[in-house]
């Protein structure tokens, strides 16, 4: 038996306590980001991604075409994440959770500050868009390896029992920060011109992330390393685990293969479903249906506040009954009802209190897969490769399903002229999604990590 295999002690109260919060804390700014410049979509395709902005910038300036563009820089940030997965995961399982999630939060907060002080294609021409698209790909290495880190130090600081309340700790400061940069947009929508937002008040929430950043910062270079992390390998070895080249164990690294490409299908319905309801649809409301800026944001913080609240609630009652039948419950409830609430969105006689209603459903359902999600993901590698494992799962499901939800959406929207495509998508992913969540053993969520 190696060392490597040893069950650690439980940690104390403490340092589960400050493991969830420097963790959360980094989350928040990571997602916060992601939140803007969902929200933003127009008012970035205006600045940059229109080769014509004009004087009368507006929401309709920016075009599809211009919207498809500015989705197609979010989703090769998406893509990038994989990348950051593999760097970063590596890192974290040679070096420890501590230092690698102290690097992924410096560089988002320098990645997202930067935009904020970028010069708009009305200001250096077609160099804009490509220095947007750069900064956006740093950012996305940075989410990649910020996901696999902040899981791996949680669930493994986490109380006996209590593993899928602090996993979902996770996705709660997702729904924080997606919540904070809808709501700081919508805010600044309010007390701003369309002009003035258009011109420079865009730039304020990416300038937020410096103080933010730094916050998260101090919080993580006090962390302490989850008990049973390894040291790192000698000098010149790669340590234990499917991830490592030239260990000689390819049945290892093929069962691990298997685990991601697994994990993605478990997580898959969560990604498209989440970026549908919780990113895209203010830009959808706005392209497809004509909804100005002003009143297409509050459906995106409507539905982030029902999502935020049924996150927690979620992870507690997985670490009750088990992952799998929360994270169906979740699943199958989008292929449900994903349609009928897009047609109550769509409907001008319908009355605003079942809209409300509606959205906070909608960000429930997804909750209820958010909160188990990150906890089965840490269940499913052994902590020699768990950083890498779980990142990497998590990083090609939201690659795939979450980065190329606006620019799927918005391209058949425009080509068919439905717009119950996001409908379509959510629905059509999460049933794919609960092929993969019924592989999911009951008992699971008793078991020790390993």
Request: with cysteine.
């Amino acid at each position: 038996m190696t060392s490597t295999d040893l069950r650690p002690a439980p940690p104390p109260r403490s340092t589960a306590r400050r493991a969830l919060l420097a963790g959360s804390v980094g989350n928040l700014v990571e997602w916060y980001e992601f939140g803007v410049y969902g929200a933003f979509a127009t008012v970035i395709a205006a600045n940059f991604f229109t080769p014509d902005p004009g004087a009368g910038a507006g929401p309709g300036t920016g075009g599809v075409a211009a919207l498809m563009a500015t989705y197609a820089s979010f989703a090769l940030a998406f893509f990038f994440r994989p990348v950051g997965a593999l760097l970063f995961g590596r890192l974290g399982d040679r070096l420890g959770r501590r230092p690698t999630l102290i690097l992924v939060v410096g560089l988002m907060t320098l990645a997202t500050t930067l935009i904020g002080l970028l010069p708009t294609q009305a200001t250096v021409g077609a160099a804009a868009p490509w220095l947007l698209t750069f900064l956006r790909v740093l950012q996305g290495i940075s989410a990649g390896g910020e996901f696999g880190g902040a899981v791996a130090l949680m669930t493994e600081s986490a109380p006996v029992g209590r593993r899928g309340l602090h996993g979902a700790w996770q996705s709660f400061t997702v729904a924080l920060g997606l919540l904070a940069g809808a709501g700081t947009a919508a805010g600044l929508a309010a007390v701003l011109s369309p002009s003035a937002l258009y011109a420079w008040g865009w730039r304020i929430p990416f300038l937020l992330a410096l103080p933010l950043g730094a916050v998260a910062l101090w919080l993580r270079t006090a962390l302490e390393e989850p008990p049973g992390t390894p040291p790192g390998p000698a000098p010149g070895r790669h340590p234990e685990g499917a991830f490592a080249p030239g260990t000689g164990e390819p049945r290892r690294r093929g069962e691990q293969a298997r685990a991601v490409v697994l994990g993605v299908g478990r997580v898959m319905g969560w990604s498209a479903a989440g970026y549908t309801f919780l990113v895209v649809l203010p830009s959808h409301l706005q392209s497809a249906l004509g909804v100005s800026f002003r009143e297409a944001l509050p459906a995106a913080v409507l539905a982030n506040l029902g999502f935020a609240a049924s996150i927690l609630p979620a992870g507690m009652l997985s670490d009750r009954i088990g992952r799998r039948p929360v994270m169906l419950a979740g699943a199958l409830g989008v292929v449900v009802f994903a349609l009928p609430v897009l047609r109550v969105l769509q409907s001008p006689g319908a009355a605003p209190g079942v809209k409300v209603a509606a959205l906070l459903f909608a960000g429930a359902l997804i909750g209820l897969m958010a909160g188990p999600g990150p906890a089965m993901l840490a269940e499913m590698f052994p902590r020699r490769v768990r950083c890498t494992g779980l990142g990497l799962a998590y990083a090609l499901a939201n690659a795939v399903f979450s980065g190329c939800a606006g620019l799927v959406i918005t391209a058949l929207t425009a080509r068919t002229g439905n717009t119950a495509v996001p409908a379509y998508y959510a629905a059509g992913v999460c049933a794919l999604s609960c092929v993969a969540l019924l592989t999911l053993r009951g008992d699971d969520h008793r078991e020790p990590l390993r």
